[in-house]
């Protein structure tokens, strides 16, 4: 095969797994309608009266810290929005029911418990909010 070949070869390859990459990133950050979950894992304590935020994560999570820094952030401040935290480490069942594929998973829950939205890794911090804003009502809590 001449040299010329292998390096369009090569580089037609780069250029995939870039645009690949890129779309995959892309999705990461926008927020899905995620329907109804099964709620009987999270502790009626742990929900908030008009929305709570849950972070999926596991133990060797390096972006999990920053991303409940972040979701603990935006609801300072907010009456009746609860963040809450589920550590899949031991819960594998837990991540399969739910389709959670990747580590941190966020779900905005409505004041009912219904998953409105869900974020697959870690989320834009204006992202979320915007997500809680439209759930709450309430635009100007942030």
Do not use: K, Y
Not at 74 to 99: N, Q
Not at 122 to 132: G, H, I, K, Y
Request: proline share 4%.
């Amino acid at each position: 095969m001449p040299l010329w070949i292998a390096v369009l070869a090569v580089a037609g390859l780069v250029v995939l797994t870039v645009i690949v990459g890129w779309a995959l990133r892309r999705r990461e950050n926008r927020p899905r309608n995620a329907g109804v979950a099964d709620l009987e894992w999270l502790a009626a304590d742990e929900r908030g009266e008009r929305a709570t935020l849950v972070q999926f994560s596991t133990e060797v999570c390096t972006r999990c810290p920053q991303v409940r820094r972040m979701l603990r952030e935006i609801v300072d401040g907010s009456d009746g929005v609860a963040v809450a935290e589920v550590d899949l480490t031991h819960r594998a069942e837990l991540a399969a029911r739910l389709h959670i594929l990747q580590t941190p998973t966020v779900f905005v829950l409505d004041a009912t418990g219904a998953v409105r939205s869900r974020f697959a890794g870690a989320p834009r911090r204006d992202a979320v909010a915007a997500e809680l804003d439209r759930v709450i009502g309430d635009p100007a809590h942030v």
